[in-house]
């Protein structure tokens, strides 16, 4: 989805101004503050936000709630009922499980219940989460490489690097 023009240039505008003023932003400090511009300048269709963009906002923020809740431990009753018949590794090992597990990836995934998955099911999540942890840690890569560069060659930052090469 592409934002309208006006909007893209206020939320750059607003990204350079709060660093300019705090030398850093958050995604929250900024998604705070255009919010609060588009609010005291004329509403969303004021900066070419559609009816349809709104309701994919609202889907957006729809589909936060259901993944928080498929996130969300079990219940802690959940446990008084698991805690008479099984077996203290079993009861250990339920604390701190999700409400639901995914056992695919993407914005169609399934997910099943943790109470009801099998242990194909269970193994399917262990891929995923092993498949995205090994993402993350590649991820580490590249900026571990950055520093190492800045590091190695002198250089404060990327900036003065790409403004004539000044070492520190």
């Known amino acids: ?4 023009d006006r909007l893209a240039r206020l939320v750059t505008r607003t990204i350079n101004e709060q660093h300019r003023i705090h030398g850093h932003v958050t995604r929250k400090g900024v998604t705070d503050r255009v919010v609060t511009q ?3 300048s004329g509403g969303p269709s004021a900066f070419g936000i559609s009816q349809a963009d709104l309701l994919l906002a609202l889907r957006l923020y729809v589909g936060t709630e259901v993944l928080h809740q498929f996130k969300a431990p079990l219940p802690e009753n959940t446990y008084g009922r698991a805690l008479k018949s099984a077996p203290a590794i079993l009861v250990q090992l339920m604390h701190g499980l999700p409400n639901c597990i995914a056992i695919e990836e993407g914005a169609d995934a399934n997910w ?9 099911q269970w193994q399917q999540h262990a891929d995923l989460k092993r498949h995205k942890a090994e993402q993350t840690l590649a991820a580490v890569d590249k900026p571990q490489d950055v520093a190492r ?16 090469g000044t070492t520190t």
């Open 112 to 120: 099943v219940r943790s109470l009801d998955a099998t242990s194909e």
């Open 38 to 40: 588009i609010s005291r």
């Open 1 to 4: 989805m592409r934002v309208s």
């Open 149 to 164: 560069y800045l590091a190695e060659y002198g250089f404060r930052c990327l900036a003065d690097l790409l403004n004539g």
